[in-house]
């Protein structure tokens, strides 16, 4: 007298549908991009633009100098503009000592303004 257990018989179309969802489930998760790929491309974006932002700081910089250059030789005093005080709102700064670095080049720029200017001096009281 031996029984046997007799597993119930699951449909083809329950087994067809767990495929499909299984399917489903497997695209949805190659499709969507993964986390750390995100976070590298977010990270690769800001860099990209911190280096825009410095390219247009120092083109602006340059412009400032060649203002100067051309309002000492015409003989007009050109405001300087105020230095900055520090990020802008919304900016990002990533690391404190390239603060530091940026503002010890803006104190050399005024600085060497400032060279300029006393050597145009010179230059126009020698001749």
Do not use: C
């Given at each position: 007298m031996t029984t046997r257990l007799r597993t119930p018989k699951i449909p083809w179309k329950l087994w067809?549908?767990?495929?499909?969802?299984?399917?489903?489930?497997?695209?949805?998760f190659l499709q969507s991009p993964a986390p750390a790929q995100s976070?590298?491309?977010l990270t690769a974006r800001i860099t990209r633009l911190e280096?825009?932002?410095s390219g247009l700081r120092s083109r602006v910089s340059r412009l400032e100098s060649q203002l100067s250059r051309v309002g000492n030789?015409?003989?007009v005093r050109v405001p300087q503009p105020p230095a900055e005080q520090g990020p802008v709102?919304?900016?990002?700064?990533?690391?404190?000592?390239?603060?530091?670095?940026?503002?010890?080049?803006?104190?050399?720029?005024?600085?060497?303004?400032?060279l300029e200017a006393r050597l145009s001096?010179?230059?126009?009281g020698r001749e």
């Open positions: 067809l549908g767990i495929a499909i969802a299984s399917l489903l489930l497997l695209l949805t976070v590298t491309n280096s825009e932002n030789a015409v003989g709102r919304g900016e990002l700064s990533s690391d404190p000592m390239f603060d530091r670095l940026a503002t010890l080049a803006i104190e050399q720029r005024e600085r060497m303004d400032r001096a010179l230059e126009a």
